[in-house]
């Protein structure tokens, strides 16, 4: 069993940047693969950013290419995303996943363990 808990979203400037961080409970952080998703209101769910559990391989949705960056330090069982140059379409809310492999995951099917999420807002 992995609980997950994110942290660091909030209000910020179109522009800005923000990072959010993800904790994971457990000793086997290391075996898992990690993935950012985000949801806006009356949208679906979608992939932001997943790395594998050795942090040797990422991936990144076309949205957010050059601006984001996902890494994880298995050492404090932690999973980060750094966001810059943040955007008002960036807005939404933002969940950890969790899922026990060796290859990066791109699909929400591919998760089993969800954090509650936090709440970024980017205004214009």
């Known amino acids: 069993q992995v609980q997950l808990v994110e942290s660091g979203g909030g209000l910020v400037q179109a522009g800005g940047s923000l990072r959010l961080s993800c904790a994971a409970s457990?000793?086997?952080?290391?075996?898992?693969?990690m993935g950012w998703f985000r949801q806006a209101p009356g949208k679906e769910r979608e992939i932001v950013a997943a790395?594998?559990?050795?942090?040797?391989?990422?991936y990144y949705a076309d949205s957010v290419k050059g601006r984001f960056t996902i890494s994880r330090d298995n050492a404090k069982n932690t999973v980060y995303l750094q966001m810059n140059s943040l955007k008002p379409e960036d807005t939404a809310v933002y969940y950890c996943?969790?899922?026990?492999?060796?290859?990066?995951?791109?699909?929400?099917?591919?998760?089993?363990?969800w954090g509650q999420g936090t709440q970024v807002t980017v205004s214009s």
């Open positions: 457990g000793r086997t952080f290391s075996s898992y693969a």
């Open positions: 790395i594998s559990w050795s942090g040797g391989n990422t």
């Open positions: 996943a969790a899922r026990q492999s060796n290859v990066v995951l791109t699909t929400t099917r591919d998760y089993n363990y």
